[in-house]
């Protein structure tokens, strides 16, 4: 059989449409709207050629192949390549890329870690490092948001929340990149984003060690749960890894959306400094509207059936959740973006067993922000033009110059 993107080819299903598209193409990944509509019109799957993959992206079917972790499972990898084929490219991480028994183990130990209780232990923390960064951004004519708010904020808080004791910015950042765009195909992003490995991956392993840990924090809960035998010392490292794999990328990209958001609507900005029991709701609809993660993959692990389509075994299927946040069958005049709309089961974060272990946290990161801009910024304006930044997991703006004004 042949291998394409590392799995199987597969065979395009009775009934299933063709569609000659590269959901992985630079214009379609800065700009997916277009993409993510004409995917819906197509049906419930299509099958795509040049990948030799299922990709579906309306709302209903999205949602069961990403929620039945018995029929699609993870642990052949959540991007085009199947693990049982080849090796990735760093040992797999064993939250996202496994599925139960082994799964139940690990989630359990970082639920524990970002728990509730604990994130609302780091409420001070976020919130003076927010009202600091604010008070500064405001001091500027205009400022580059990505670098000076959307990177800074978590860059700043997320390494003293793990109990990190080196401070590294620029390795978190590029890591996040890596493992993103490790998800998609053999393209240019992906051999760019590898290519820092190098100078990144040595660091970040380092950072996992107890060693390098702080006796306060997620790390040291992880590692508390390697004394109390519940996992071993190397799965400990590995946890501490899926922190600083998932924990960065997908702040920087929450705020930097958010951001865009309030600044492209500013009605909805206006409602939300009159109003600031809306903070969570807008952030909410910040995700479905923006959809930070665009898309992971699941594999068929038999032969199956979604609302009339057969799937085989070993089938590589694109779940493509900015898509599905945006289908007008789902959520009513899908493309406003409404911080009174409360979307509830938008599947920004996913959803079902492996949804975003680390949602408080970020919920939490994104609520001192956005308190503090509510607070302190008048308006917010473009000072520039907005350029989104490809990268094959991820939807997140690479430039975005702002003005705040003060209130
Ligand atoms: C990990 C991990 C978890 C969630 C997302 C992610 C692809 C990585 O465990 O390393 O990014």
Excluded at 264 to 292: C, I
Excluded at 311 to 323: D, M, P, W
Aim: aromatic share 8%; charged share 30%; hydrophobic share 40%.
């Amino acid at each position: 059989m042949k291998i394409i993107e590392g799995h199987y080819e597969i065979e395009v299903p009775e009934g299933v449409p063709v569609w000659d598209v590269d959901p992985y193409d630079v214009d379609i990944l800065q700009d997916p709207d277009e993409y993510y509509a004409e995917l819906r019109s197509k049906g419930p799957f299509v099958y795509i050629p040049k990948y030799s993959i299922l990709a579906c992206g309306r709302y209903e079917e999205t949602k069961e192949v990403f929620s039945d972790w018995e029929r699609f499972i993870s642990s052949r990898g959540v991007g085009l390549q199947d693990f049982e084929l080849e090796e990735p490219w760093r040992p797999k991480s064993i939250i996202l890329e496994v599925d139960p028994p082994e799964h139940s183990v690990t989630r359990r130990v970082l639920a524990r870690a970002l728990s509730p209780k604990a994130t609302a232990a780091l409420k001070e923390l976020f919130q003076e490092t927010a009202d600091r960064l604010i008070d500064e951004l405001l001091e500027k004519e205009s400022f580059e948001a990505v670098v000076e708010l959307a990177e800074e904020f978590p860059t700043t808080v997320f390494p003293k929340a793990v109990g990190l004791k080196e401070k590294n910015s620029r390795a978190l950042v590029d890591y996040g990149a890596m493992v993103f765009n490790a998800l998609g195909p053999d393209n240019e992003l992906r051999r760019n984003a590898m290519a820092m490995g190098p100078t990144t991956v040595p660091w970040i392993v380092e950072q996992c060690n107890r060693k390098n840990l702080k006796p306060e924090g997620f790390g040291a809960t992880i590692f508390a749960a390697a004394d109390a035998g519940e996992i071993n010392e190397e799965q400990a490292e590995k946890l501490v890894r899926s922190l600083l794999s998932a924990g960065v990328d997908t702040t920087v990209t929450g705020i930097g959306s958010a951001l865009w958001c309030l600044a492209k609507f500013p009605d909805q900005f206006k409602r939300l400094k009159d109003d600031p029991t809306l903070l969570r709701p807008a952030f909410e609809e910040v995700l479905r509207f923006t959809s930070p993660v665009h898309s992971f993959c699941r594999t068929a692990s038999g032969d199956t059936m979604v609302s009339g389509t057969r799937i085989a075994e070993g089938s590589k299927i694109l779940c493509v959740l900015g898509a599905a946040n945006s289908d007008e069958r789902q959520w009513k005049e899908a493309e406003k973006f409404d911080i009174g709309r409360r979307p509830t089961g938008h599947l920004a974060m996913g959803t079902g067993i492996h949804g975003c272990v680390g949602q408080n946290l970020a919920r939490a990161e994104v609520a001192a922000v956005l308190t503090s801009i509510i607070a302190k910024v008048e308006e917010i304006d473009f000072a520039g033009e907005a350029v989104w930044r490809p990268n094959n997991a991820i939807h997140a703006l690479d430039k975005l110059p702002l003005v705040f004004k003060r209130a």
